[in-house]
């Protein structure tokens, strides 16, 4: 199982950006898809996070701005990010929990991807 993310970039204050992730290899079933970020000299935290039932939620700072979907088809979690601001400067990785075809059920992440905001 993989996890291909894309879609950072550099975007002035205020802007918007779609972030993507797909996943791909012997998927039996994904479970919570969701977003995290890390900025520089900083722990990793959760951004935004959807369940395979189509409920989500969002850390305090993003939410009103941020929205995460989902194509469950295409096995592709989405991050919608409105209003940036310089803070959400980060490398963004997804996570989806993940039931192989043959394997345990576990997390699995993407490679990341870089978001700067410039003030």
């Known amino acids: 199982v993989q996890l291909q993310a894309s879609g950072g970039g550099l975007v002035q204050a205020g802007g918007s950006l779609r972030l993507s992730c797909a996943a791909s290899g012997s998927i039996g079933s994904i479970y919570d898809m969701g977003w995290y970020r890390q900025a520089a000299g900083k722990q990793r935290e959760v951004v935004a996070f959807?369940?395979?039932?189509?409920?989500?939620d969002y850390r305090d700072s993003v939410k009103g701005r941020f929205t995460v979907s989902r194509d469950y088809a295409r096995n592709t979690v989405y991050l919608k990010m409105n209003s940036l601001k310089p803070e959400d400067t980060a490398v963004y990785f997804c996570?989806?929990?993940?039931?192989?075809?043959?394997?345990?059920?576990?997390?699995?992440w993407g490679q990341g991807t870089l978001v700067t905001v410039s003030s």
């Open positions: 959807i369940t395979a039932y189509g409920s989500t």
């Open positions: 996570k989806a929990v993940v039931q192989p075809i043959d394997g345990p059920r576990r997390d699995y």
